[in-house]
């Protein structure tokens, strides 16, 4: 890596293309500078006009990290390997070897960082609608802003080929950008929307021959999603979900990626895996309830939850698998022994924080292999479940389910588990849900309960919301 202070990029890049030609591979060219403060969803929106089918948003619930991603200066993909996971580990490692940083200070969460996800399940038959979306797909953008602990950055990646012109003129671009992001307004509009659900009866006969698997010993646990289809009469603006999101799941990871007409997008509570240095935290998010009309039916429906014999199987089914994984890869785990409640807007889960210290420099994407799905949104024993999803579930879950987020080039990133999402595709959005299914399930509520799930992604795109009472 190579350090330099801070200039046009202009004459960086052509540091980068003589240095790709003198070494006859890509190499990246990496800006990072301090700016005042800009609103990230209007950044987002500012890209709109240049840059729409390659925006990403990423916050975590904290709001210490936010980043949004415009354009793309490289991508990485994989379909059909065995080792997706160590397939991008080892081409990210290949690329960021080289890469000059035209700054001396790139705190955690800016410079070259890559952005994307994974397919819950590469070998399920696959339909059209995820046709955009690879197995493993992870994107650097060409413009990224990074609000982290308040503070705000901008990156600006090129990745220098041998036979690269450089005409670009990327400070222009930049510029044009950061005054556009601070004069746009976000408006949130309400259109009236058709919604049809996929198979409801279907899925709950799934649910019934699932609980019985439980039963007879075939497996511990199985997660079934269903899907809806939301049907508007003009195109959804993905903006505006987002603000819905931000605005109604402040205690969710935020997320949107989009890949030409289709955009994943969602507001999920569920941490997978963060990793800081050497530090690895993951969350236990399973079993759940909904949320109380007062703050007392609110804590006796808290308390239930905390008390629920089929909810605790559930979440307890999820703990014995992360806390075994952890401890393959760190030490100095800790864990509280009985789970917590974590509350958002529509919903209640079980919940339990695990972390520890890598050992033997675990990474971070082995630590996403190693827990890839979680009987959260998979079942137990893992492989077993999976192949009854495969066998019972009725929809293509593409990367719904699945982990996704960034990561840098000190192997420092978080992934989330892709839930209480939809994909976008015009004036379409496809939505899923899923239940882990344990002996005690029972159809209907936990058709009731993937009600719950579907509330935060229909209240965001602007419709009436479907009340369940149970
Ligand atoms: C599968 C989903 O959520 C998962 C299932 C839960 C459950 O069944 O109680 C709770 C949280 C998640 O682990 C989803 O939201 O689609
Ligand atoms: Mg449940």
């Not at 990793?275 to 969350?283: A, S, Y």
């Not at 308390?303 to 199987?313: A, H, P, R, Y």
């Not at 959260?376 to 066998?391: N, S, W």
Request: overall charge negative; charged content about 25%.
């Amino acid at each position: 890596m190579v350090m330099i202070q801070q200039g046009s990029m202009k004459a960086y890049i052509q540091k980068g293309i003589n240095r790709s030609k003198e070494m006859s591979t890509p190499i990246i060219v990496s800006r990072v500078r301090e700016i005042k403060n800009i609103d990230p969803l209007l950044f987002f929106d500012a890209g709109k006009k240049d840059y729409l089918g390659e925006r990403t948003f990423w916050a975590d619930p904290t709001n210490q990290t936010i980043m949004v991603g415009l354009g793309k200066a490289y991508t990485i993909k994989n379909d059909g390997s065995t080792n997706r996971f160590g397939r991008i580990e080892s081409d990210w490692k290949r690329l960021i070897k080289n890469q000059i940083v035209v700054d001396n200070y790139a705190p955690y969460g800016t410079g070259p960082l890559l952005f994307g996800g994974f397919s819950f399940d590469p070998l399920k038959d696959k339909t059209g609608l995820w046709d955009r979306f690879s197995d493993a797909q992870f994107v650097l953008p060409l413009f990224m802003l990074s609000i982290i602990d308040g503070k705000t950055w901008l990156t600006t990646n090129v990745v220098c080929q041998q036979d690269m012109d450089n005409e670009c003129e990327i400070d222009l671009i930049e510029d044009t950008l950061l005054t556009a992001a601070v004069k746009i307004q976000i408006r949130t509009e309400e259109f009236p929307f058709e919604k049809t659900e996929i198979e409801p009866v279907k899925w709950m006969d799934s649910v019934k021959e699932a609980a019985k698997n439980v039963r007879d010993g075939e497996v511990e646990k199985i997660v079934l999603a269903r899907e809806i289809r939301v049907l508007f009469s003009q195109s959804i603006k993905t903006e505006s979900v987002l603000a819905n999101l931000k605005e109604q799941q402040p205690m969710s990871y935020l997320f949107a990626f989009e890949n030409g007409e289709s955009c994943f997008i969602g507001a999920s509570p569920e941490r997978l895996i963060k990793k800081e240095k050497d530090e690895f935290l993951t969350t236990c998010l399973a079993g759940s309830i909904k949320r109380g009309k007062t703050q007392s039916e609110d804590e006796s429906l808290a308390n239930e939850l905390l008390s629920d014999q089929k909810n605790l199987v559930e979440h307890d089914v999820v703990v014995q698998m992360i806390k075994e994984a952890m401890q393959g890869a760190c030490t100095e785990i800790t864990s509280p022994n009985e789970p917590g409640i974590y509350k958002m807007r529509d919903i209640q889960h079980l919940f339990t924080p695990v972390s520890g210290r890598s050992k033997d420099g675990v990474s971070l994407l082995e630590m996403v292999k190693k827990l890839h799905p979680t009987p959260a949104l998979g079942g137990q024993p893992q492989q077993k479940a999976i192949e009854k999803i495969r066998e019972l579930e009725l929809l293509d879950r593409g990367w719904y389910g699945s982990p996704i987020g960034w990561i840098d080039a000190h192997d420092n990133g978080e992934f989330a588990v892709a839930i209480r999402s939809g994909l976008l595709q015009g004036n379409e959005a496809y939505l899923f849900a899923g239940c882990g299914i344990v002996g005690d399930s029972e159809p209907e509520s936990e058709y009731n309960e993937t009600n719950i799930k579907f509330k935060p992604m229909l209240s965001a795109l602007g419709g009436k919301i479907n009340e369940v009472d149970e």
